[in-house]
């Protein structure tokens, strides 16, 4: 059973997609943290964007994966945990771009579709219903506007510590939306069969109360 939530950023896709899985005890599989591992280590080793040879071979000689371990999700870069350091502003951004590249995601299409033998799952991101598992039983796309976004985005960025200005946020998020969507390969859409659920003006609870009664009535057709 494959559960696909996709959208733009700080739609609120992490927070239902980690309360379905485990509410569901399933698997969840953040895709964006991929991304975001894949994009430290391009940081690290300075890799340029530009050179096609140097990032297939980046990216054919990295192991990622995910994992939970007491209700924590791992990031697990080359074997070493590297959670505690994506979420920052520039990861965002490093992810975003190097998430259009060819080689990168034919990597993580591998990776993601391996991951999902492991049991059934929850999968977020940008194209997991259209491009990684467009068979799922049940495709959400969770959608809000972008000041909401940008609102949510801040303060978690606060409470994690971090020194935010809100217009900064959403001009950064209004940049990755656009790199996300524009570009050629698994751009950022809602799948066909998708159930769009707009969560500017409702809480957690209300969102996710919704994707559950409508994975209910889509396992009963199944
Ligand atoms: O969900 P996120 O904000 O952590 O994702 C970071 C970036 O990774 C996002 O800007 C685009 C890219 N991404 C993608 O291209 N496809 C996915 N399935 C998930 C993320």
């Known amino acids: 059973?494959?559960?696909?939530?996709?959208?733009?950023?700080?739609?609120?896709?992490?927070?239902?997609?980690k309360r379905l899985a485990k509410e569901l005890g399933y698997i969840y599989m953040d895709t964006g943290a991929m991304y975001r591992a894949l994009a430290v280590k391009v940081l690290r080793q300075g890799v340029d964007l530009a050179d096609d040879v140097k990032v297939a071979d980046l990216v054919n000689s990295t192991e990622i994966d995910l994992q939970e371990q007491m209700g924590a999700l791992k990031v697990l870069l080359d074997g070493i945990d590297v959670a505690a350091d994506?979420?920052?502003?520039?990861?965002?951004?490093?992810?975003?771009?190097?998430?259009?590249?060819?080689?990168?995601?034919?990597?993580?299409?591998?990776?993601?579709?391996?991951?999902?033998?492991?049991?059934?799952?929850?999968?977020?991101?940008?194209?997991?219903?259209?491009v990684v598992f467009p068979q799922a039983e049940v495709k959400?796309?969770?959608?809000?506007?972008?000041?909401?976004?940008?609102?949510?985005?801040?303060?978690?960025?606060?409470?994690?510590?971090?020194?935010?200005?809100?217009?900064?946020?959403?001009?950064?998020?209004?940049?990755?939306?656009?790199?996300?969507?524009?570009?050629?390969?698994?751009?950022?859409?809602?799948?066909e069969d998708a159930l769009v659920i707009d969560s500017s003006a409702a809480n957690a609870d209300a969102v996710a109360a919704q994707a559950l009664a409508y994975i209910r009535t889509k396992t009963r057709e199944n």
């Open 140 to 191: 959400i796309f969770l959608e809000a506007s972008a000041e909401e976004r940008a609102r949510r985005r801040c303060a978690e960025l606060r409470a994690a510590g971090q020194r935010v200005d809100l217009d900064e946020t959403l001009r950064e998020i209004a940049e990755r939306d656009k790199r996300d969507s524009e570009r050629d390969l698994a751009p950022l859409r809602k799948a």
């Open 86 to 130: 994506i979420r920052t502003p520039e990861l965002s951004q490093m992810a975003s771009k190097v998430s259009a590249l060819k080689a990168v995601r034919a990597r993580m299409l591998d990776l993601q579709r391996d991951m999902a033998r492991r049991g059934s799952v929850v999968a977020e991101g940008r194209d997991i219903g259209t």
């Open 1 to 17: 059973m494959i559960i696909a939530i996709d959208g733009p950023s700080g739609a609120g896709k992490s927070t239902l997609a």
